[in-house]
């Protein structure tokens, strides 16, 4: 059995476990942290595909650590009573001649100093059982040395390299990991005609082409330049995917009740200058979501502005079935799963 850390959003520990189950059959979940997820299982990381996950770790070692002593103090303690696993890294990573590693302590979620007089102790035993060279300036391979505030250490091999950063994303796009949750909370089915009215970068959109099954899938946003973009990525695509400009609070295009789901990021208008009550763009927002939803239909919605979108949420209309509070870049926001009702 393998035991693995995964990273997630922040506020979506019940989805991310319940998708963690539903992919593998196998998992025994060990803890469910805010954020940090540790599970065990048979298949090798090359088999886990997960796309709800920030970052994925394989755990060396886990023990009780108390968070009120020094973080040095409590490095020495956990590396002198606690074994490290190195069994099972290669299989799970190129592990070549010469490559490198860095021990990287973080105290909570936040990186931290360390003496590293502590660590050669603990840096000697990789070496030598992954024959691994420490890595000062360069390394190939984090090793993370990582203390919980729910009172837990952790020694961590990551084993994500390749994940989108902010620096590779289009400005305002959202996070591959957010897309695919906001889809899979919609629970998706093969039947399901499903539309992002405000698409921008077809963040959404993408995710839903790629991972999930479904009968027709729409895209629309009031930019022209954005959604030229969007088609020129998609041209000649076999997905169903159809991508149109439209206005969100005028889809006239659509008859009433055409749609399964709509799973979006509107505007937040978060920092109006002047500080306009934005719920009346909500309130035609969600009147247009309505008209085109089926009944029982759902809609979720990712909203940093809760306050003017709750004020122009109409209970009467649609069914609140589920609340997610969660931070996007840094950023409080809310994830709103609807029912028309």
């Known amino acids: 059995m393998y035991t693995y850390a995964s990273s997630y959003i922040s506020g979506f520990g019940k989805p991310v476990e319940a998708i963690l189950k539903s992919k593998v059959k196998d998992v025994v979940i060990i803890k469910r942290l805010d ?203 076999k997905k169903n995917l159809f991508i149109k400009r439209r206005d969100a609070l005028n889809l006239a295009y659509f008859e009433n009740g055409f749609f399964d789901k709509i799973i979006s990021d509107p505007p937040w208008n978060v920092y109006n200058a002047q500080n306009e009550d934005f719920s009346l763009f909500y309130k035609k927002m969600l009147n247009e979501f309505y008209r085109i939803l089926k009944p029982n239909g759902i809609c979720t919605i990712l909203m940093g502005n809760q306050v003017d979108f709750e004020k122009a949420l109409n209970t009467r209309s649609f069914k609140l079935l589920e609340t997610y509070r969660i931070l996007v870049n840094g950023k409080k926001a809310n994830v709103y799963k609807l029912m028309k009702i």
């Open 35 to 237: 954020g940090l997820l540790i599970y065990q299982t048979k298949l090798e990381f090359s088999q886990l595909q997960l796309p709800c996950f920030n970052n994925t770790y394989q755990v060396l070692a886990m023990a009780d650590a108390k968070s009120n002593i020094p973080y040095n103090a409590a490095v020495k303690r956990f590396i002198a009573n606690t074994e490290l696993q190195l069994t099972g890294i290669q299989s799970n990573i190129n592990i070549l001649k010469n490559k490198s590693f860095k021990i990287l302590p973080f105290d909570g979620n936040s990186p931290t100093g360390i003496n590293f007089d502590i660590i050669k102790s603990l840096e000697n035993k990789i070496e030598h059982a992954l024959k691994l060279k420490v890595g000062f300036r360069k390394h190939d391979f984090d090793i993370v040395l990582l203390r919980r505030r729910e009172g837990m250490f952790l020694a961590l091999f990551k084993l994500t390299y390749n994940r989108l950063t902010e620096k590779n994303l289009n400005k305002g796009a959202l996070r591959p990991e957010l897309c695919y949750i906001l889809s899979w909370i919609s629970d998706l089915s093969k039947n399901d005609i499903i539309i992002d009215p405000f698409c921008g970068h077809g963040s959404i959109p993408k995710i839903i082409a790629k991972y999930f099954t479904y009968n027709m899938l729409f895209a629309s946003d009031i930019d022209e330049i954005l959604i030229n973009k969007f088609k020129n990525e998609f041209k000649k695509n």
